[in-house]
């Protein structure tokens, strides 16, 4: 089966504009998580969903970053007025539900590039 | 305050040489798990296993085991006689029970594995 798919890979854009991601999760997951990865910071947790509700936005790091997911399934990510240092690998995992022991599985990302 | 500490930022060893990564963790939640995630070049994260806070045996995968001690809260990695496939940035993760899978990720190890 397929398996976490993301989109766009790469994403250049200017300082200012917005920007969305899209993630689709393995079918039938109903846990999603982004994550974003950058060379300062590591690997950072950003939001999860179960389902369409997100219970925990504590990783957002500013009111420019939000998501929402539709339908249980797609989720998008918008920066609003990026910055240089939004640039980073943006990564998005789903698991079969949102508990503490399931394994996540990983889509290859969205490197975003802030000029 | 939870947080996973790699204290390795990067290992150079030559193809068939045993190497351990390290792994150190903080939290105060008596029920958490422990995860080792490999991301090769290519960029995806993959999963290589999962430990519970109340499974301390150790685990051999192949020519990958796991010592999980929690007495020096610690679950270091080594991959014994390594090849060069084995190259990739090695990430330790901490999910906390409390939490709904959210995962708290180490700095991440870069392996380099000669020929």
């Known amino acids: 089966g397929a398996g976490v798919s993301q989109s766009p890979s790469n994403k250049v854009t200017e300082k200012g504009k917005d920007v969305e991601l899209r993630c689709d999760p393995i079918s039938g997951h109903t846990a999603l998580y982004w994550y974003r990865q950058s060379l300062g910071q590591g690997l950072e947790f950003l939001i999860y969903f179960q389902g369409n509700s997100a219970p925990d936005k504590s990783g957002l790091p500013s009111d420019r970053f939000s998501a929402e997911r539709t339908g249980g399934s797609v989720s998008t990510l918008t920066i609003q007025r990026t910055q240089q240092e939004d640039s980073a690998v943006y990564l998005c995992?789903?698991?079969?539900?949102?508990?503490?022991?399931?394994?996540?599985?990983f889509g290859p990302g969205t490197r975003l590039t802030v000029l | 305050a939870q947080k996973v500490t790699q204290a390795q930022t990067e290992i150079s060893v030559v193809e068939k040489e045993d190497v351990t990564l390290d792994c150190v963790y903080e939290?105060?939640?008596?029920?958490?798990?422990l995860f080792w995630y490999k991301q090769p070049p290519s960029g995806e994260l993959v999963f290589l296993i999962r430990r519970n806070s109340f499974d301390e045996q150790n685990e051999i995968s192949g020519r990958y085991s796991w010592n999980f001690q929690k007495s020096t809260s610690s679950f270091n990695f080594t991959i014994t006689a390594s090849q060069v496939v084995d190259s990739a940035v090695y990430f330790c993760?901490?999910?906390?029970?409390?939490?709904?899978?959210?995962?708290?990720f180490g700095q991440g190890t870069t392996l380099q594995v000669k020929p």
């Open positions: 993760a901490l999910s906390e029970a409390s939490n709904t899978g959210k995962l708290i």
């Open positions: 995992a789903s698991s079969s539900i949102a508990v503490s022991y399931n394994e996540q599985f």
């Open positions: 939290t105060r939640d008596t029920t958490y798990y």
